[in-house]
């Protein structure tokens, strides 16, 4: 290993175990569309809202995840922590989710990469339905440059359904440096919730031997309207390996 990648590692450790003391949430994620056959991935996600405004009180959490790609067009991935700790309460599980991803596309096989993701959650605590969720997965390279787009729709089911679908839309674009550091923006657009949000981006990739290979991305998203949080710290860090 390069002595510069302790470094990137030191940073992402340090972020998570911040944001792990300090609601899980799926939605502060863009998805790609490619998934590499044979590749197990271990995955941990983080975020803390910052805002001092009445109705905003700070939320935080992590999940931590394992997926297989069992095809060459197949990721299927378990989420098996899901906490949130709100205001006088401790980290409490939230629920658990089993999400797939589906590469329609080959890499650069037509202007843009294809892949569509379908996820089922379970949620513990009451009065809060399951939900389904599903949607396109968009990428575009262009040299040092790529952007990812997703559109993704959730639907309620179980006894406490609603009859309405929740959409929301995630787009990420960054610029390649180096692998291990790629800065960008991320921004994300929620309607139902009337939270848009946009904010920096730093993220890069760690090989090492035998196919072994570190993913890390840390942010901070700033609320552009009134119903967004203030401020979102977000970090996400993952295992790949074969």
């Known amino acids: 290993m390069r002595p510069n990648n302790w470094l990137y590692i030191c940073i992402v450790i340090?972020?998570?175990?911040?944001?792990?003391?300090?609601l899980a949430d799926d939605d502060y994620v863009v998805y790609s569309p490619h998934?590499?056959?044979?590749?197990?991935?271990?995955?941990?996600?983080?975020?803390?809202?910052?805002?001092?405004?009445?109705?905003?009180?700070?939320?935080?959490?992590?999940?931590?995840?394992?997926?297989?790609?069992?095809?060459?067009?197949?990721?299927?991935?378990?989420y098996f922590t899901e906490y949130q700790h709100l205001p006088g309460t401790g980290n409490t599980l939230y629920g658990h989710e089993w999400e797939n991803t589906f590469q329609l596309t080959d890499r650069g096989e037509y202007a843009?990469?294809?892949?569509?993701?379908?996820?089922?959650?379970?949620?513990i605590?009451?009065?809060?339905?399951d939900t389904l969720e599903f949607g396109p997965l968009i990428?575009?390279?262009?040299?040092?440059?790529?952007q990812r787009l997703n559109i993704l729709a959730e639907k309620d089911l179980g006894s406490n359904a609603t009859m309405r679908y929740a959409l929301r839309g995630g787009y990420a674009l960054s610029y390649r440096v180096t692998n291990q550091f790629q800065p960008g923006f991320e921004a994300y657009y929620r309607p139902i919730d009337n939270a848009h949000q946009i904010g920096p981006m730093i993220q890069g990739e760690l090989f090492f031997p035998n196919g072994k290979e570190v993913?890390?991305?840390?942010?901070?998203?700033?609320?552009?309207?009134?119903?967004?949080?203030?401020?979102?710290?977000?970090?996400?860090?993952?295992?790949?390996?074969?």
């Open 14 to 22: 340090v972020a998570l175990t911040y944001a792990k003391s300090v």
């Open 35 to 78: 998934v590499v056959k044979g590749q197990t991935e271990l995955e941990s996600r983080a975020y803390a809202v910052s805002d001092s405004r009445p109705g905003f009180a700070p939320s935080n959490g992590f999940l931590t995840s394992l997926g297989h790609t069992f095809t060459d067009y197949w990721k299927s991935e378990v």
């Open 112 to 123: 843009l990469d294809w892949g569509f993701l379908a996820a089922y959650s379970q949620h």
């Open 125 to 129: 605590l009451p009065g809060i339905a």
């Open 139 to 146: 990428e575009k390279d262009s040299g040092r440059l790529q």
């Open 215 to 242: 993913e890390y991305a840390l942010g901070v998203l700033k609320g552009l309207n009134n119903g967004a949080p203030q401020q979102v710290f977000i970090a996400r860090i993952s295992y790949e390996f074969f």
